[in-house]
């Protein structure tokens, strides 16, 4: 009886695993054909100077416009695309798409925002990464110093001089660099202190318990500081209450993104929304 449950539990683990292999098959396959179909779309989320509050810039993040499932969150396929590789071309795509968006809202009259746009660890491991980037904004007229670069702290965890010469390679056009999720990697300020970066963006997750976690607020609280001493600007994400934002303004923190100011726009509703932000309103902008 034991050895019939022992197949029976074989059988049945090989046919979850060839039914995943199958489903993760079937949904690269999908995603090649979205990326022909031009299945993608980018979805623009304000960011705001705490101070000020003026809208200091927007990050892109992609959405798979399935026809059949509907409009699709990157958590659902972005891991898939780094396995397989795809994120190389999804990832030039949603880099050219970006540029060219901010430099047709540039033409038109719009204030010189900054756009962020978030990288895999497979782009960069690219020779030519720098290069990509570098003909991306030539094709499309964005000044370099518009576009800000997101990477985590895990891929530029490289041994050696590596990081640092391809970090100083794309400094060198002009473009600002942010770490991304800052806090949950494993960078130490040493290693931080040598990276030719602007920005630092507290992850979410250290803000989503503000103020109930005094934990996370002594965290948040040390980002600040510590971005603040290197010079760098930091940015938290994820804020979804009045509290949050008072708190790290009040601990120096540069600028908030989240739910309570802005959610992840379509870019007409992006455009709609600055004509609603007074202090960055130009009359040209009515004519997009
Ligand atoms: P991320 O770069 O850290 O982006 C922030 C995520 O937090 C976004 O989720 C955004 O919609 C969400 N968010 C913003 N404000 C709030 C808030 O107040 N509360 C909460 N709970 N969430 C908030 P999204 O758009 O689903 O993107 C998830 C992740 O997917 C991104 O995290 C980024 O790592 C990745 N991603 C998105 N677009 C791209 C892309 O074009 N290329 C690559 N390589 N990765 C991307
Ligand atoms: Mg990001
Ligand atoms: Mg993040
Ligand atoms: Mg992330």
């Known amino acids: 009886q034991a050895k019939e449950q022992g197949r029976n539990t074989y059988r049945f683990y090989t046919s979850t695993l060839t039914i995943a292999a199958n489903e993760r098959l079937e949904l690269d396959a999908r995603l090649r054909r979205a990326l022909t179909n031009e299945e993608f779309v980018l979805h623009y989320q304000p960011q705001f ?34 396995e397989t590789g795809l994120i190389v071309q999804l990832g030039d795509w949603v880099l050219q798409t970006a540029c060219a968006q901010h430099k047709l809202w540039l033409d038109n009259g719009l204030p010189d925002i ?7 660890a497979r782009q960069l491991q690219q020779q030519d990464f720098a290069k990509r980037v570098a003909a991306i904004l030539d ?49 130490s300020l040493a290693y931080l202190k040598r990276l030719p970066i602007d920005e630092l963006k507290i992850d979410q997750g250290f803000v989503r318990d503000i103020p109930q976690d005094r934990n996370d607020m002594e965290i948040a609280a040390t980002i600040i500081a510590m971005a603040r001493n290197l010079n760098l600007k930091v940015i938290a994400e994820g804020v979804e209450t009045k509290q949050q934002m008072e708190f790290l303004t009040l601990q120096g923190c540069h600028g908030c993104q989240g739910y309570l100011l802005g959610h992840p726009l379509t870019p007409e509703a992006f455009i709609e929304r600055l004509l609603h932000a007074p202090d960055r309103l130009r009359p040209e902008i009515a004519r997009l």
């Open 49 to 82: 100077d705490n101070l000020t509050g003026m809208l200091i810039g927007c990050e892109a993040l992609v959405r798979w416009h399935s026809p059949e499932d509907g409009l699709i969150a990157p958590d659902r396929f972005i891991p898939l695309a780094e």
């Open 114 to 120: 900054m756009i962020a746009v978030n990288l895999s």
């Open 139 to 187: 094709a499309t007229g964005l000044p370099a110093e518009r576009l800000t670069l997101e990477l985590t702290e895990s891929m530029i965890m490289l041994p050696g001089e590596q990081a640092i010469e391809l970090l100083r390679e794309l400094k060198a056009l002009g473009l600002k660099l942010s770490i991304d999720d800052f806090g949950t990697g494993y960078s």
